[in-house]
C-alpha cells in the first residue's frame, strides 16, 4: 500500500503506475492541482488499484489559486483529497494569506459533503493546519503527509484524530528517525512520495512499503513482519474510512 504518491510524476508514468498496480493492493495518487487531476485521470484512470484524487499543492497556490473553484467541484466526486495543506517555508512566506484561504475553503467544503479523507501537507506550518482542522468538526479524516512538526503538536493531532503517512525518506534525518520513533504505531499508515522523496538518491518506488517497515522496525523495537503487520491493519482501517473497493 501507498498512500501519498505523485505516481503521474515519474519517469514512464504508466509503466510504474502498471507495476504498482501490480505490486500494491492499493495506491494513493495524489495530484498537484485540479487541472493535472484532470489530465491525470484521463491516461492513469483505467489502471486498478490507484485512486487518483484532486488537490492544490501549497507551493503552487500563488499561481493557481484561481482553480480553487474547479477543486472543490471535483472534490464532490471523490472519496479523498490531496495533495492540499500549507508550507511555511520562508520561500512559500508571500503565498501564505492565499494558502490558508486555500486550505480553509477545502475543509470546510469536505464538511459541506459529509466528510472527506484530506492527505495534508503541513511542512514549518503544523501550527497553521490544526486549527483549521478544528474549525470544521466533522470535516472528515486527516492523513499528515511526512509530518515533520514537533512531538508536542504530533500529540494534539492524535488527539484531534490525526493519521501520518511516512516513508522511507522521513527516515534519512536525525530527526525524521527519532520522530518516526514516537509515531503513535495505530495512526501511521506507508507512503512513497516518489518521485520527490529519495533514498540514498533514488526516487522512492510506490510499492516501498517492506522497506518502510523495515526502518520502523528499527524504530519500534519489533520485528519487520510486526511493523510490516501494523502497517498493512491501519492502511485497511484506513482504507474503509475511505469506502474503497478496489
Known amino acids: 500500500m501507498d498512500f501519498h504518491c505523485h505516481l503521474d510524476l515519474y519517469p514512464g508514468a504508466k509503466a510504474v503506475s502498471e507495476e504498482a498496480a501490480l505490486r500494491n493492493e492499493f495506491t494513493w495518487l495524489v495530484t498537484t492541482s485540479p487541472r493535472a487531476y484532470e ?13 487518483i484524487t484532486p488537490g492544490l499543492h501549497p507551493e503552487l497556490v500563488e499561481r493557481r489559486a484561481d482553480e480553487l473553484p474547479q ?18 517555508s520562508y520561500r512559500f512566506k508571500s503565498s501564505l494569506p492565499a494558502q490558508r484561504q486555500v486550505f480553509d475553503a477545502v475543509v470546510s467544503h469536505s464538511r459541506e459533503l459529509g466528510g472527506k479523507v484530506l492527505s495534508i501537507h503541513s511542512r514549518g506550518a503544523v501550527r497553521e493546519v490544526l486549527p483549521i482542522l478544528l474549525k470544521y468538526p466533522g470535516f472528515g479524516t486527516a492523513v499528515l503527509h511526512w509530518f515533520t512538526g514537533t512531538v508536542a503538536e504530533m500529540e494534539t493531532a492524535y488527539k484531534m484524530g490525526c493519521w501520518f503517512s511516512m516513508g522511507p525518506a522521513a527516515f534519512t534525518s536525525a530527526a525524521g528517525r527519532a520522530l518516526a520513533a514516537r509515531l503513535p504505531r495505530d495512526r501511521v499508515v506507508p507512503e512513497s512520495d516518489g518521485p520527490f522523496a529519495q533514498e540514498n538518491g533514488v526516487p522512492v518506488q510506490p510499492w516501498s512499503m517492506g522497506r518502510t517497515a523495515q526502518l520502523f522496525a528499527q524504530h519500534w523495537e519489533c520485528t519487520e513482519l510486526e511493523a510490516l503487520i501494523t502497517l498493512n ?6 482504507l474503509r474510512a475511505m469506502g474503497w473497493t478496489s
Open 39 to 51: 489530465a491525470t485521470s484521463k491516461v492513469l484512470g483505467h489502471v486498478p488499484r490507484v485512486l
Open 71 to 88: 477543486l472543490l467541484k471535483q472534490m464532490e466526486w471523490t472519496a479523498a483529497v490531496g495533495e492540499v495543506g500549507i508550507d511555511g
Open 233 to 238: 491493519a491501519n492502511g485497511q482501517r484506513l
